[in-house]
């Protein structure tokens, strides 16, 4: 346990500064609010609507499947790099995750979720 | 490469290949029904379904065959251990975890279509789910049990969601996904302390440290109770035992009756698996196993909570779905009584409990199926009063749930009888008196609500103008309400060999 | 043979077939006098077939060697279980055919049980048929029949075609399942009266719950429901008990030998320790009174007969009861024999207050006819239990032959309120009076029953209750208490005839004042040859008692002497740790025959004649 104990103290300096930062700043810092201070930063255009806007679920769908494409990127680096020591099995390991992925974007074609009007 | 490999793992290849053929064969079929059509024979599920039984009988028969040929003599097979390790405790749950599924494809077959929720998609998710569930009952490591766990639960949670357009549903999904997660999240929490208490992810690995640790000051043993604690929250939500089943009622009731049938069938005995390869695989040394420190008591406890509340509250149910949706707890109660049994009487508590969820899978499966053949589209079989009258306007339909109620109460010669027997023979032969006799009496508690069943359906006439549940003519579901049929009386009646392979998978782990 | 020579020597039987036939008042049809004259005839020819003569015992002793076909008790069992199982295939709209088909199993299954009386009962199992079922757990299918299952089978096959019989008088809808229910219980019950392997046994014994659930359940009275599912909850309660008992046993009896089994020879031997012999007595002896029904586990019964259709309260009372008492004089008595003599004294206690006077008494006070005879259930089942509480040789015997008694005498009993029923659809005592005016027969043959009921001599029930009285004054079990246990038993006896009498004499006698009794129309054909059969044999067994405790007598005179010798060990042997094994010498061989054996197959003749020998032996220590 005692090797625990830097990342406890760590911890514990993290939040007595941070804490400390926040509650002197709001201490000391000058208040002079007027009616411009207050409402949201939008790049000095006019805010419109409410707080909650509602993304078409298009978008989640949309970064879904980024995410799935990503991590194939991710995994093929470290592929690329060891190519020639994994030899054949790992060409053969690849192709077919590479080949599922096919699968899954022929799959998420027909389906049409690659099309935004629909 | 080495075809011992493949054929080892030709389960699981089996069914994910045909998982993605389906896939993508749905994904190009033209056959689409928009929700209001009248035919029930112009959507997906009218082939997908018989596909997917296809394809995950043929896991199970691949399962038998490498059975017949032996695990241990194909060579290289353990070259992916203990990731994926392959012994016979893997092919008897590959074996029952795609019957169970199956059966539930095939009853998903009549009942989609019946009640409009005609969608492909809900097939490759039974595949997926499936291939989840085996790589969860062959998992010999934190990380691929990790794994299969998301990969299984992920299924589901869309499954019972799937009738989307009912609120009950989507709550269902909701309840389960939230708590579904807390579990898993526990269970990775325990993991990972675990790893940091002894340095290993591999079961095999954390029962040689935890033997080796020394209890005392310094050693990481509090660590590892922790984790022993987390570890078995979290399955224990999986396998919804008393208090952790909040979520089971609402999500059983909520899903589509396949999706239920799936839940009850196939995840629970993938937990199963699971808490038998974790508690006996990395638990079973270093004193953990014995009664007086180490899981067998919680366990007890767990059992004893999970019998009594779910039997008791079974009772006053009014919904038929929700009264199996207990009964299923129940039962994961009368199971858990034979993994505490495992401490002490061993590979043969160990074999009664997997005889016992395959006799559970086939008598659920019956009688969820029984549940969905009474109902057409409009006039779901829900209730007690839906029932009323069923043995004498369709006597067929009446025999086969009375069949399946009567295996679950455990009365002999029937599956369930045996299931039980076992389990008792195995705790009495354990010492564990107490938990015995609690099952026992639990058992009789159960038969009042089955028979409640039969009541209605034999000797009570809906009452004049009340709506009747009508019951809907498939195919699918007649036939897997056969299948099941001759297993539960199979079972009930020879039930040896059965009972032999099932010790012989245990022997495998120890 | 000549013809003549047939009249000569079977003119008694002749004799009785017209007398019968003569019976029926003048106007009665040519069916009712040829079926009365028949059953009487066939009941004739029975008792001189089983007349005990000089020859015949010698040919008897010939005849058995030849003469046990082994397949007999499988037919038994099988038979209706297989036709329970062809009835599904008939078609529901093809009623004479169901009927029929269902007579026929019975029949062919009440011929074939008479066979059994071809063969003498010597002690020891006869018609033993052993097979293999689950080898791996020790578990067989192990059937065999003795003096004492002898008579419980043919009552059941004798009893249960008069309850369809009557049954298909009555009930008019779902025929197909009536049937199919019957046949599985009659499977379920034979089965449960001959399984020697106490897995066998439970499984027999749950199988029964469930015909008989619906029986109640499906053609049962107003309130049928919650009685069907009162009788399955108690039955089931006792019954899993038991079945952790037995596991125990197993258990207890592999750790001894090694050897997996749950045959009921081979676990005699087993003598449990101190306490787990109480507990595992208790367990079982739960199951089998709960069965019986004993106070103060007998409130099911009740409701369970008032509700049940006549058929199956006929069946309820006549034979599924004494399901209870031969399990209890089997297997509680066989298994563990140290706890049940030595808690005989305080439970002939309770047999005598909570069922021969408690059950008298609350009788007394019912209106309800049904309930009045399902309460004299619970009194005459006191008797039986005393019999075997009693533990002594003429106590048994009594039991046994109360068992048959009560399932005679009793299931009569239910036929005619079963009788009233029908006409009246009440069975409230204040509702009838004066019925012997306009229903002369139904009174006459009602007033018959209730002398066997009450134990009047000359009928069935004297014997029985005499014996059992008897029995009970000569015990050594009881101690000091057995005279008061005696006086109690006898003031039963009176409280009988109290309530008995002032039933017969409330809905008989006296001014005929209700005017829906006016007309009402006496025994119908069905209704009297179903009834025949039964008042005949309250005279053969009250005149001709010999025949029946002829045949049980070696069965019984083995059984309490093993009890004697065995629970004298068990006592000796327990201590508070260990379970332990008896030797093999402490039983008679001819007990232990068909016991599982590690590798030696069954001997040949010498063992036989050895357990002859044996047996002659035993039986003159036992006199």
Redesign the interface.
Known sequence: MSTYVPLFLLFIVAAVLAGALFTISTVLGPKNPTPEKMIPYECGSETTGGRFVKPSVKFYLTAILFVVFDIEAVLIYPWTVEFKNLGWIGLATMGSFILMLVVALLYVWKKGALEWEK | MNSGLFLGLSPLLVVSLGGLLLMVAEAFSKRRVDETSDDRDAGPSSELSLGTAVTLLAGAVFAAAIWFVGPEKLEGASSVAPWVIVDRFTLFFSFVLCLGGALAALLAGGYLPEHRLDRGEFYPLIIFSTVGAMILASAGDLLSLFLGLETMSLGVYAMVGFRRASLRSTEAAVKYFLLGSFAAALLLYGGALLYGATGHTDLAGIREAIANMQPGKGSNFALVITAAVLIIVGLAFKVSAVPFHMWTPDAYEGAPTPTTTYMAVAVKCAAFATMLRVLIGAFGEGGLESWAAGWPPVVALLAVLTMTVANLVAGQQESVKRMLAYSSIAHAGYVLVGVVATMRAGGDAQGSVMFYLLTYTVSTVGAFGALILMGSRGAEAVSYEDLAGVGKRHPAAGFAFSLFLLSLAGVPPTAGFFGKLYIVKASIGAGLYPLAIILLLNSVISAYYYLRVMVYMYMREPAPGAPIAKPMRSGYVATALVVAGVLVLVLGLWPTTSLQIAVEAALATR | MSPLDLVFQYWPAIGAGILGALVPRGDASTKQRAGLGLIAALTTLFVIWLWPTEGGAQAAQAAEAAGEWPHLLNLLIALPIVGAAAVLFIP?QMLSVLRGFTYLVLGIGFVASLWLLTVPMTAGWHFQYIKDW????GIRYHVAIDGISLWLVLLTTFVTPIAAYASFGSIKT?IK?FCFALLLLQGGMIGAFLALDLFLF??FW??M??PM??MI??WGGAD??KA??KF??YT??GS??M??AI??L??THQKLTGDFTFDYLALSRVVLSKNAQIICFWAFSLAFFIKVPMWPVHTWLPDAHVQAPTGGSVILAAVMLKLGTYAYMRFSMGLFPGPASNLSANLAGVAILGGILYGALVAWKQRDVKRLVAYSSVAHLGFVMLGLFSATPTGMQGAVLQMVNHGVSTGALFLLVGVIYDRRHTREVDEFGGLAKVMPIYAVVFLIVTFASVGVPGTNGFVGEFLVIMGTFLSERLGKFAGIHTVGAAAGVILAAVYMLYVVQKMFFGPLTNPKNKHLPDLTVRESLALAPLVLMIFVIGFFPSIFLDRMKESILLQHNQYKVVSGQAILFADERDAKLLPEDTFSPAFLKGMPKKEKPAEPPAGAEGSQAALGGEGKVAQ
């Open positions: 529901r689950m080898p791996s757990l779902r399942e439970y499984v749950e199988l719950l469930v659930f619906m359940g499906v049928r429901v069907a599912i399955f909850l089931m309660a899993v008990l079945l952790a596991i125990y197993v258990w």
